[in-house]
C-alpha cells in the first residue's frame, strides 16, 4: 500500500485525538476520500485491514457526534456509501457500528442504481444475509437490467453472486430452473460475471475464469443455454462469446457448433457467441461473423441473423463501429425477426445515431412489405408497422409504450433513487390497465380493433411477462416488512390477461393444415405461454387463485394438444403446455408423477412429446418425459411386429426409476405402481404359454399384473380429480384383470372358459382407467396373453430369466438377510387381515431347491386390533395364544404345524407345512363345484374343525380364502379327490380377542354382542355362512363398508333374510335349517361342528339334483 494512501486511512484512527473540530472534519473528509477511492476505483478488499480497531471505534464516535457519517454529500453517493460499508465492517461490536449499519442500509435503500451496487457488492463478499428479501432481489434484477454502461461496478457483483457457494445457490442454481424472470436474471447473472472475468484475465488475473470452471456454475449455465427462451439463453450466449478469448474450451465449442451436422438450436446460439467475441477481439469476431452469413449452415437458418444480433450488445458498447457494419449486412440478409431483433438491440440505448443506417434499410424494407403484401395476416401487416415506426425518427414523437416507460423507470433508479423510481411504477401499472381494457373490448370482425389488441397483447407480453421490471419496480418501495399488505393489482391485470388468452384460445383449431390469422394466433399463444412462465407467488401472493389460473390454463392447453390438428402453431402450443407443467410442480400445485399421468392421457404423438421434453425447464419433468418417450417407442414397436413386449416392460419400469428420490408421497407410489406393473406385465409377455403364466405367479396367474393396473389406475383417478379433470369414482381395470385370470384358470382346469368376452372387458376397463402408453401397453400383452396356447416349450434363459416371476416384493420391515427366526423368506404370498404370509425354506436348506417349503406367517396389528388394544398387547395376545397350537392334532384337513417363535425379531414368526393348490374362495368364483362336491369339500373342512374343536383350540378365522383345496384338479375329473385343507392358523387359538374374524363371516360375540367367554362356538357361525356360500355362490353377509356387515350380523338370530329364502323353497328348507342353527344370535344355541357334519351327511339335496349353484327364492 502507498504510504500516502495508508497515512490518508490513518486518518480516520485520529479524529479523537485532534482538538480543533476544523481539523476532525479535513481527516474526516481526507479519511473517507481515500477509503472510497481505494474501495471504488482501486477495488481493493479490506482497505482498513491493520488499523487499531478500537482507535478507529474512538474516531468514528466523534464523527457520530460530530454528524460527519450523515454530511457526505461530498462524496459521490457510490463513493460514500462503500466508505462507509467499510468503516462499520472494520469496527468492533457496539453502538457506533449499529448506527453506521443502518446508516449504510438506508443508502443500499434509498441510493441510486450504482450506490446500490457497490454497497450490494461489499455484502455480496461479506455478509449475504442483508441481500435477501423481494425488495433486494428486484433491486439486483433491475441493476443488471440497466444497459451494460449504466453502472460499471455490476459485472463484479455479479461475479460476486456467483462465486459464492451460499450465494450461488440462492441466485444462480434454483433460478435456473424457476420462473422466465428467474431464468432471465440467473442468465444475465452469467453475461455480466463473464464480462468481469474477462476483464480480469486481461489483467493477468484468472480468479473470475476459474469461476467458470466450477460444478455448480457449469450446471446452471449448460442448463440456461439450452433454455428455450431466446430471452434467456441470449446472454449466455453472449458470456461465451466475451470469454472465448479466455476459455479455450468455450472458444472449440463454439465454433464445432456451427458444422452442419448439429441443429438450429446450437447454431443460433454459436452465431450469438461469435457476434459477443467482437467485444475482446472485433477484427476476427467481425470476420467470424461474416464468414458465418456466407456459409451452407446459413443458407439453412436464415435465423442465425436474428441470433447474431442478440449477442451484439456487449459489443456495441465497446466497438460501435464494427457493428454498425455488421447490422448493415445483416438488414440485407434478414427477415422479419431480423427487424425485430434490431428494435430490440437499440433500446439499449447505447448511443445517439446508433445503427441508424441498418434501421433505415430495415424501416424501408417493412414499409415496401407492408405496402405489397397481402392483408389477410392482419396481424403481420400490424407488426411490421409497428416496427418500422420503431426503428424511424418517429418513434421519438409517439406515444410512448409500456416498455418506454419502463426505460426511463429505470434510467430514474440509475439517476434519482430506488424510491423516485418505485413513484414512476404507479402510472406504468396505470397504463398496463388501459392495455388490457382495450383487449378485453369488442374486437372481433373489427380489423382496426383487431388491430389495436394485437398491438396491446405485443407491449402487455414485452412489458408484463417477459420481464418482471414492472413487479421489481413496485418492489422498490417495500422494505421487506412481513406485516405489509401485499399488492394485488398486478396479479389482477394477470388474471385478466389469462381470462381473455383463455377464450380467444381455448377451442381447438378447426381441421386443415392453414391457420387463419396466423401471426394474431401464434401472438396470442406465445404470451400464454410467457404468461404462464412468469406468474407465480412473486406476482400475485394469493395462491389459491393462481393455482386456480393455473389449472384452467393447463386445461385448456391440454385440450387444445390433444384435439388440435397438425399445424404450424403446434410447437409454440407444446412449449406452453409444457411451461404450464413447469408451473405446477414449481409451485407444489402438483407433482411430477401427476404431469406425467396427465401427458400420457393427452398427448398422443412422439413428436409432441418430444417437444415437450426439449420446452421443460424442470429437469425432473424433462427426465420423466423422456423415459416415458421410450416407452411409448417400445410400445409402437411391440404393437407393430409383437415382438419386444419385455423390452417395452423394462421401458415402463424404467419410467419409476427416473422419478426424482424423496420427492413425496404420490412420486413414490406411482414409482411403486411402475414397478408392480412392470413385472406383471413383463412376467406375462415372457412366457410361451398360459401354464407358464400360471406357473410364473405365486397366487393366481394374473394377480401380478392385477396389482400393478390397480394401483396406477388409482393413481390416476387422484391425479386427474387434483388436476381439475372429471374422474371416476373408481377403476375397473382391475376386477376385469382379475376375471380374464379367472377363465385363464378355467381354461387350465380344461372346463368351459369365456377368455374372449374376458380380453373384450379387460380392454375397455384398461382404456377408461389407464393413460396413454400406459394402457397402450397392457393391451398389447393382453393380446398376447389372448393368443397363448395351453401349454409349449418355455422359452431360452436368455429370453426370459428366471427372476421375472412377478411375486409380490418383501415389506419394509423384512431383515435384508430375508432370515426370520431360522427360516429364510422366499417370497411372499400376500397380505391378509391379521398378518403376512411368506413361502419359506430352513436358513440351512435354503440353497438346496428340492428342500421342503413352509408357510411362514407374521402378526400384521389390523384395524379391528387397533380398536381396543394397542400393538404391544395385540403382539403379547398373539405369542400367548400360539403356544396354544402346539395341541394342535395331525389330521389330513389341517395344516401341519411346525414351529412358533415367540422371540424372533423384528415380530414373531407361526410356521406351518405349505399347502399348495387354489383356495375354496378361488374355487367358487370359477364356478367349479356341484352340489354334490360342495358337500364333500364341507364335511372335509368340517372334519378339520372338529378335530381342533376336541382339544379346544378354535381356528376364528373360517372363510374361503383360508381353505386350500389340494388335488383341485380332481373336480373336474382328474386325479384323486379333492381335499380341503384348513391354513392361517395365526388367529387361532382358545380365547376371543381383537382382531378375529372377518367382517363377512365374524358372528356377533367377535363384534362384542353376547356371550363372549367361548371361542369355538364363532368356528360353528362362520361354517354356517361357508356352508351357504358353498351351495350358493353367494356371499351372505355382504355389504358396502365393515360397518353395514356388521350391522347385519347383530341384528339376526340365525335367519338373515336369504337364510330365509331357502327356508321359504321345500327343496332347500334342509339347507336352510342347517344354517340357521349354526347362526344363532347366543353361542349356546349353535349347534356343534360335529351335529353340523352329520346334518350335511344326511341332507337329501345334491342327491336327486346335481345342478350347482342352489337358488334362492326372492
Same mark, same amino acid.
Given at each position: 500500500m502507498r504510504a500516502a494512501t495508508r497515512d490518508g486511512l490513518?486518518?480516520?484512527?485520529?479524529?479523537?485525538?485532534?482538538?480543533?473540530?476544523?481539523q476532525r472534519e479535513a481527516a474526516w473528509r481526507q479519511g473517507m476520500a481515500t477509503l472510497a477511492r481505494a474501495v471504488v476505483d482501486e477495488r481493493r478488499p479490506v482497505p482498513l485491514e491493520g488499523l487499531d480497531p478500537n482507535a478507529l471505534l474512538n474516531s468514528m464516535e466523534v464523527a457520530v457526534q460530530g454528524g460527519y457519517v450523515e454530511r457526505l454529500d461530498w462524496l459521490s453517493g457510490p463513493a460514500a456509501?462503500?466508505?462507509?460499508?467499510?468503516?462499520?465492517?472494520?469496527?468492533?461490536?457496539?453502538?457506533?457500528?449499529?448506527?453506521?449499519?443502518? =446508516?449504510?442500509?438506508?443508502? =443500499?435503500?434509498?441510493?441510486?442504481?450504482?450506490?446500490?451496487?457497490?454497497?450490494?457488492?461489499? =455484502?455480496?463478499?461479506?455478509?449475504?444475509?442483508?441481500?435477501?428479501?423481494?425488495?433486494?432481489?428486484?433491486?439486483?434484477?433491475?441493476?443488471?437490467?440497466?444497459?451494460?454502461?449504466?453502472?460499471?461496478?455490476?459485472?463484479?457483483?455479479?461475479l460476486a453472486l456467483i462465486s459464492r457457494h451460499e450465494l450461488s445457490q440462492d441466485w444462480l442454481r434454483i433460478p435456473a430452473t424457476g420462473s422466465l424472470p428467474s431464468r432471465r436474471l440467473s442468465a444475465r447473472l452469467l453475461e455480466r460475471a463473464a464480462r468481469e472475468a474477462a476483464r480480469r484475465a486481461v489483467e493477468g488475473d484468472d480468479s473470475g475464469i476459474r469461476v467458470f470452471c466450477t460444478r455448480p456454475v457449469r450446471e446452471a449455465w449448460d442448463r440456461l443455454l439450452a433454455d428455450r427462451e431466446t430471452l434467456v439463453w441470449r446472454h449466455v450466449a453472449s458470456a461465451r462469446g466475451l470469454l472465448a478469448s479466455s476459455m479455450p474450451v468455450f472458444r472449440e465449442e463454439m465454433h464445432r457448433h456451427l458444422d452442419p451436422e448439429f441443429t438450429i438450436t446450437e447454431w443460433r446460439r454459436a452465431a450469438a457467441s461469435l457476434a459477443a467475441s467482437i467485444a475482446v477481439d472485433p477484427e476476427k469476431g467481425l470476420r467470424a461473423c461474416r464468414d458465418l452469413l456466407e456459409s451452407v449452415v446459413f443458407q439453412q437458418d436464415h435465423g442465425i441473423a436474428a441470433a447474431m444480433i442478440t449477442g451484439l450488445p456487449r459489443a456495441a458498447e465497446s466497438h460501435p463501429e464494427a457493428v454498425e457494419t455488421l447490422l448493415d449486412q445483416l438488414m440485407r440478409v434478414g427477415g422479419l425477426d431480423t427487424a425485430e431483433a434490431l428494435a430490440d438491440l437499440r433500446r439499449e440505448r447505447l448511443g445517439r445515431g446508433f445503427a441508424d443506417?441498418?434501421?433505415?434499410?430495415?424501416?424501408?424494407?417493412?414499409?415496401?412489405?407492408?405496402?405489397?403484401?397481402?392483408?389477410?395476416?392482419?396481424?403481420?401487416?400490424?407488426?411490421?408497422?409497428?416496427?418500422?415506426?420503431?426503428?424511424?425518427?418517429?418513434?421519438?414523437?409517439?406515444?410512448?409504450?409500456?416498455?418506454?416507460?419502463?426505460?426511463?423507470?429505470?434510467?430514474?433508479?440509475?439517476?434519482?433513487?430506488?424510491?423516485?423510481?418505485?413513484?414512476?411504477?404507479?402510472?406504468?401499472?396505470?397504463?398496463?390497465a388501459t392495455k388490457v381494457a382495450l383487449l378485453e373490448g369488442p374486437t372481433r370482425g373489427n380489423p382496426e380493433s383487431e388491430v389495436a389488441a394485437f398491438l396491446a397483447l405485443r407491449e402487455l407480453d414485452a412489458a408484463l411477462f417477459e420481464t418482471s421490471a414492472l413487479n421489481d419496480l413496485l418492489l422498490l418501495g417495500e422494505d421487506d416488512d412481513p406485516g405489509v399488505e401485499h399488492d394485488h393489482r398486478l396479479g389482477d391485470l394477470f388474471q385478466r390477461v389469462t381470462n381473455w388468452l383463455v377464450i380467444r384460445e381455448g377451442d381447438p383449431l378447426p381441421e386443415g393444415s392453414h391457420v387463419p390469422q396466423f401471426t394474431t394466433r401464434l401472438r396470442q399463444l406465445r404470451t400464454m405461454l410467457h404468461l404462464v412462465d412468469a406468474d407465480g407467488p412473486h406476482v400475485d401472493p394469493r395462491r389459491d387463485l393462481v393455482r386456480k389460473r393455473r389449472l384452467l390454463t393447463q386445461q385448456v392447453l391440454l385440450n387444445r394438444v390433444r384435439h388440435d390438428p397438425k399445424s404450424s402453431l403446434r410447437r409454440t402450443l407444446c412449449a406452453a403446455t409444457a411451461r404450464t407443467c413447469d408451473a405446477l410442480v414449481r409451485e407444489d400445485v402438483a407433482d411430477v408423477s401427476d404431469i406425467v399421468i396427465a401427458i400420457a392421457k393427452h398427448v398422443p404423438h412422439l413428436d409432441d412429446l418430444k417437444i415437450?421434453?426439449?420446452?421443460?425447464?424442470?429437469?425432473?419433468?424433462?427426465?420423466?418425459?423422456?423415459?416415458?418417450?421410450?416407452?411409448?417407442?417400445?410400445?409402437?414397436?411391440?404393437?407393430?411386429?409383437?415382438?419386444?413386449?419385455?423390452?417395452?416392460?423394462?421401458?415402463?419400469?424404467?419410467?419409476?426409476?427416473?422419478?426424482?428420490?424423496?420427492?413425496?408421497?404420490?412420486?413414490?407410489?406411482?414409482?411403486?405402481?411402475?414397478?408392480?406393473?412392470?413385472?406383471?406385465?413383463?412376467?406375462?409377455?415372457?412366457?410361451?404359454?398360459?401354464?407358464?403364466?400360471?406357473?410364473?405367479?405365486?397366487?393366481?396367474?394374473?394377480?401380478?399384473?392385477?396389482?400393478?393396473?390397480?394401483?396406477?389406475?388409482?393413481?390416476?383417478i387422484g391425479?386427474?380429480?387434483?388436476?381439475?379433470?372429471?374422474?371416476?369414482?373408481?377403476?375397473?381395470?382391475?376386477?376385469?384383470?382379475?376375471?380374464?385370470?379367472?377363465?385363464?384358470?378355467?381354461?387350465?382346469?380344461?372346463?368351459?372358459a369365456e377368455i374372449d368376452q374376458a380380453y373384450v372387458n379387460a380392454l375397455a376397463a384398461v382404456d377408461e382407467d389407464l393413460p396413454g402408453a400406459f394402457a397402450q401397453l397392457t393391451k398389447a400383452v393382453l393380446k398376447h396373453l389372448r393368443q397363448l396356447p395351453l401349454d409349449a416349450p418355455r422359452r431360452a434363459p436368455s429370453i426370459a430369466p428366471p427372476e421375472l416371476d412377478a411375486d409380490a416384493p418383501l415389506p419394509a420391515w423384512a431383515p435384508p438377510s430375508r432370515i426370520l427366526g431360522g427360516f429364510y423368506l422366499i417370497r411372499a404370498v400376500g397380505t391378509g387381515a391379521v398378518g403376512s404370509v411368506f413361502v419359506s425354506r430352513r436358513v440351512e436348506e435354503r440353497h438346496d431347491e428340492s428342500a421342503p417349503l413352509f408357510a411362514l406367517k407374521v402378526p400384521d396389528y389390523s384395524a379391528a386390533a387397533a380398536r381396543t388394544l394397542s400393538e404391544e398387547e395385540f403382539l403379547r395376545l398373539f405369542r400367548e395364544e400360539a403356544g396354544t397350537l402346539l395341541a394342535l392334532p395331525e389330521h389330513p384337513n389341517i395344516a401341519r404345524f411346525v414351529t412358533?417363535?415367540?422371540?424372533?425379531?423384528?415380530?414373531?414368526?407361526?410356521?406351518?407345512?405349505?399347502?399348495?393348490?387354489?383356495?375354496?374362495?378361488?374355487?367358487?368364483?370359477?364356478?367349479? =363345484?356341484?352340489?354334490?362336491?360342495?358337500?364333500?369339500?364341507?364335511?372335509?373342512?368340517?372334519?378339520?374343525?372338529?378335530?381342533?374343536?376336541?382339544?379346544?383350540?378354535?381356528?376364528?378365522?373360517?372363510?374361503?380364502?383360508?381353505?386350500?383345496?389340494?388335488?383341485?384338479?380332481?373336480?373336474?375329473?382328474?386325479?384323486?379327490?379333492?381335499?380341503?385343507?384348513?391354513?392361517?392358523?395365526?388367529?387361532?387359538?382358545?380365547?376371543?380377542?381383537? !382382531?378375529?374374524?372377518?367382517?363377512?363371516?365374524?358372528?356377533?360375540?367377535?363384534?362384542?354382542?353376547?356371550?363372549?367367554?367361548?371361542?369355538?362356538?364363532?368356528?360353528?357361525?362362520?361354517?354356517?355362512?361357508?356352508?351357504?356360500?358353498?351351495?350358493?355362490?353367494?356371499?351372505?353377509?355382504?355389504?358396502?363398508?365393515?360397518?353395514?356387515?356388521?350391522?347385519?350380523?347383530?341384528?339376526?338370530?340365525?335367519?338373515?333374510?336369504?337364510?330365509?329364502?331357502?327356508?321359504?323353497?321345500?327343496?332347500?328348507?334342509?339347507? !336352510?335349517?342347517?344354517?340357521?342353527?349354526?347362526?344363532?344370535?347366543?353361542?349356546?344355541?349353535?349347534?356343534?361342528?360335529?351335529?353340523?357334519?352329520?346334518?350335511?351327511?344326511?341332507?337329501?339335496?345334491?342327491?336327486?339334483?346335481?345342478?350347482?349353484?342352489?337358488?334362492?327364492?326372492?
Open positions: 490513518e486518518g480516520l484512527t485520529v479524529l479523537h485525538r485532534l482538538s480543533a473540530s476544523e456509501a462503500a466508505a462507509l460499508y467499510e468503516v462499520a465492517a472494520a469496527l468492533p461490536a457496539s453502538a457506533t457500528k449499529r448506527k453506521l449499519g443502518r =446508516l449504510v442500509l438506508q443508502r =443500499l435503500r434509498r441510493g441510486d442504481a450504482a450506490t446500490f451496487v457497490a454497497v450490494a457488492t461489499q =455484502l455480496a463478499l461479506g455478509s449475504q444475509r442483508a441481500l435477501g428479501g423481494r425488495s433486494m432481489r428486484a433491486r439486483v434484477a433491475l441493476a443488471l437490467s440497466l444497459p451494460i454502461g449504466t453502472v460499471a461496478s455490476a459485472d463484479a457483483l455479479a443506417s441498418a434501421a433505415e434499410r430495415a424501416e424501408a424494407h417493412l414499409r415496401k412489405s407492408v405496402a405489397q403484401g397481402s392483408s389477410e395476416d392482419v396481424g403481420r401487416a400490424a407488426l411490421m408497422r409497428a416496427l418500422a415506426d420503431e426503428l424511424s425518427g418517429a418513434s421519438a414523437k409517439r406515444e410512448p409504450t409500456l416498455r418506454d416507460m419502463i426505460s426511463d423507470a429505470l434510467e430514474t433508479f440509475a439517476r434519482d433513487g430506488a424510491y423516485q423510481a418505485a413513484r414512476e411504477a404507479e402510472p406504468i401499472l396505470e397504463a398496463a415437450m421434453a426439449e420446452a421443460s425447464m424442470v429437469p425432473e419433468i424433462k427426465t420423466a418425459l423422456r423415459a416415458y418417450i421410450k416407452l411409448r417407442q417400445a410400445t409402437q414397436t411391440a404393437e407393430r411386429n409383437g415382438h419386444g413386449l419385455v423390452a417395452a416392460a423394462d421401458a415402463l419400469r424404467a419410467i419409476g426409476n427416473e422419478l426424482p428420490v424423496a420427492s413425496s408421497a404420490r412420486v413414490e407410489a406411482l414409482r411403486q405402481a411402475l414397478s408392480l406393473l412392470a413385472r406383471g406385465l413383463r412376467s406375462v409377455a415372457a412366457s410361451s404359454s398360459l401354464t407358464e403364466v400360471s406357473d410364473r405367479a405365486a397366487a393366481t396367474p394374473l394377480a401380478p399384473l392385477e396389482r400393478g393396473v390397480t394401483m396406477l389406475a388409482q393413481l390416476a391425479s386427474r380429480r387434483r388436476l381439475g379433470d372429471t374422474a371416476g369414482e373408481s377403476s375397473t381395470s382391475g376386477a376385469a384383470i382379475w376375471a380374464m385370470g379367472l377363465e385363464v384358470e378355467r381354461a387350465l382346469r380344461a372346463s368351459i412358533f417363535d415367540a422371540g424372533a425379531g423384528p415380530k414373531p414368526i407361526l410356521v406351518m407345512e405349505l399347502v399348495e393348490g387354489p383356495s375354496l374362495e378361488r374355487t367358487l368364483e370359477m364356478g367349479d =363345484l356341484s352340489i354334490r362336491r360342495a358337500r364333500d369339500l364341507l364335511l372335509g373342512v368340517g372334519a378339520g374343525l372338529d378335530a381342533m374343536h376336541q382339544v379346544g383350540i378354535a381356528h376364528l378365522d373360517v372363510k374361503p380364502s383360508n381353505i386350500i383345496v389340494c388335488n383341485a384338479d380332481a373336480i373336474t375329473g382328474v386325479g384323486s379327490p379333492p381335499k380341503p385343507v384348513l391354513v392361517d392358523f395365526g388367529l387361532a387359538g382358545r380365547h376371543l380377542r381383537p !382382531g378375529c374374524g372377518t367382517a363377512n363371516y365374524g358372528s356377533p360375540e367377535i363384534w362384542g354382542t353376547g356371550d363372549t367367554n367361548h371361542a369355538i362356538p364363532a368356528d360353528v357361525y362362520a361354517f354356517g355362512c361357508l356352508i351357504f356360500e358353498a351351495y350358493t355362490g353367494k356371499t351372505l353377509f355382504d355389504g358396502t363398508g365393515e360397518a353395514a356387515m356388521i350391522t347385519q350380523h347383530i341384528t339376526h338370530d340365525g335367519d338373515p333374510e336369504p337364510v330365509r329364502g331357502l327356508l321359504a323353497q321345500p327343496e332347500t328348507r334342509e339347507l !336352510g335349517a342347517l344354517v340357521a342353527r349354526c347362526l344363532r344370535r347366543d353361542p349356546n344355541d349353535r349347534i356343534t361342528i360335529r351335529q353340523g357334519r352329520q346334518f350335511l351327511a344326511n341332507l337329501k339335496l345334491g342327491v336327486e339334483n346335481e345342478h350347482w349353484p342352489v337358488r334362492i327364492a326372492s
